[in-house]
């Protein structure tokens, strides 16, 4: 079993769309959780952080997760052509710890 | 306020020759991330430093690749006697020393192609 594993892609959606973006992980002891966002040939970018349970949003960008079902989702609404890329979601043990990164999900939005 | 800052961006090496990757944290952070990404594959942690310590090395190879965090100057992540493999992207990341703000901020990479 990955330790972090994504839904697989790639996943298209329309403009104006919800996209939903889905991670499971194996480490029942991880505190933080991140997304990522990766466009092609460029370095990850940070989107959200989350370290409780429940939602967390900005903007656009809503962050959920559940430490008992081992689950952290990003959902993108009113998703833009920009938003396609790589998501990447990252899972961390301990403070400064490495990060654990899954496969990464392709995402595009067409208009 | 500068970014990560990572150099060469790219670096073309033959197949026994080293290659030595530089990575300048933020201003002031004192965590050292090293990260690559294989063609079509995820992220992978390779070490994390702080100022003259190897903190984690866990997913480092055992043999060719080392890394250090001098008390002044870049990061470096050095490997010999480069094969076909090791062409890749190397990312370098860095996080605040202070407690509460523990994201990792990404430099653009280094693209390391072996011929």
């Known amino acids: 079993q990955k330790e972090v594993e994504q839904n697989s892609g790639p996943l298209s959606v329309p403009e104006g769309a919800i996209a939903s973006l889905n991670c499971t992980y194996s480490?029942?002891?991880?505190?933080?959780f991140f997304w990522y966002r990766q466009y092609s040939g460029k370095s990850p970018e940070l989107i959200m952080s989350?370290?409780?349970?429940g939602d967390k949003e900005d903007g656009r960008f809503t962050a959920q997760l559940n430490k008992a079902s081992q689950y952290v989702s990003l959902l993108i609404r009113d998703s833009q052509p920009s938003d396609s890329a790589t998501y990447l979601c990252a899972v961390r043990g301990t403070s400064y710890g490495k990060l654990t990164f899954g496969q990464g999900t392709i995402l595009t939005v067409h208009p | 306020n500068a970014g990560v800052m990572q150099n060469p961006r790219h670096l073309v090496r033959r197949r026994g020759q080293e290659a030595r990757l530089r990575c300048s944290p933020v201003?002031?952070?004192?965590?050292v991330y090293w990260y690559r990404q294989l063609p079509e594959e995820g992220l992978k942690f390779m070490v994390y430093?702080?100022?003259?310590?190897?903190?984690?090395e866990s997913g480092m190879p055992k043999e060719r690749f080392s890394a250090e965090f001098p008390k002044e100057g870049p990061s470096i992540l050095r490997i010999q006697q480069v094969v076909r493999g090791d062409s890749a992207a190397y990312f370098c990341?860095?996080?605040?020393?202070?407690?509460?703000?523990?994201?990792?901020?990404f430099g653009p990479g280094t693209r390391l192609l072996v011929l």
């Open positions: 480490d029942r002891v991880s505190q933080s």
């Open positions: 990341a860095s996080s605040p020393s202070i407690t509460g703000d523990e994201t990792q901020y």
């Open positions: 201003k002031g952070h004192s965590h």
């Open positions: 430093l702080q100022k003259e310590n190897i903190i984690d």
């Open positions: 989350i370290y409780s349970n």
